[in-house]
């Protein structure tokens, strides 16, 4: 993991099983919300998943379109061409979802930060 993909409250692994969450970023470690510092060598993305978007407030809905999460105006959904991508989505009023994807992500803190750009809120867990 490198420090130009973290911000501040970003959610991370720790050895690939430890979530901890990002307090301070320095040049070559990061300081987390239990005063650990941990060099980015021990640190990996988490993987997004279905339970993590429930977790961050998202509800799960399935219609037409097929399943997809949606919070407010920010929908997200898997990408069936592209293994393990998600399309994340933000509705402006009066347009139609597809004509608004924002980008493909992948780990929880690629949507924590997204969201936080587009809707000016951080996401919590629930």
Not at 5 to 13: F, M, P, S, T
Not at 54 to 71: A, R
Not at 80 to 92: A, P, Q, S, T
Request: aromatic residues 12%; glycine residues 4%; proline residues 2%.
């Amino acid at each position: 993991m490198e420090k130009k993909e973290l911000r501040l409250g970003n959610l991370i692994n720790l050895h690939e099983n430890i979530v901890v969450e990002v307090s301070e970023i320095k040049d070559r470690s990061i300081i987390t919300s239990h005063d650990l510092e941990i060099s980015y060598e021990y640190l990996s993305s988490i993987p997004l998943t279905e339970e993590w978007l429930l977790k961050f407030g998202f509800d799960k809905i399935t219609n037409e379109e097929g399943d997809f999460y949606q919070k407010g105006y920010v929908r997200v959904s898997i990408d069936e061409y592209e293994d393990g991508w998600f399309n994340f989505r933000k509705r402006v009023p009066s347009q139609l979802w597809k004509d608004n994807l924002v980008t493909q992500i992948k780990f929880v803190h690629e949507l924590q930060s997204l969201y936080l750009l587009i809707e000016k809120e951080e996401l919590n867990i629930r």
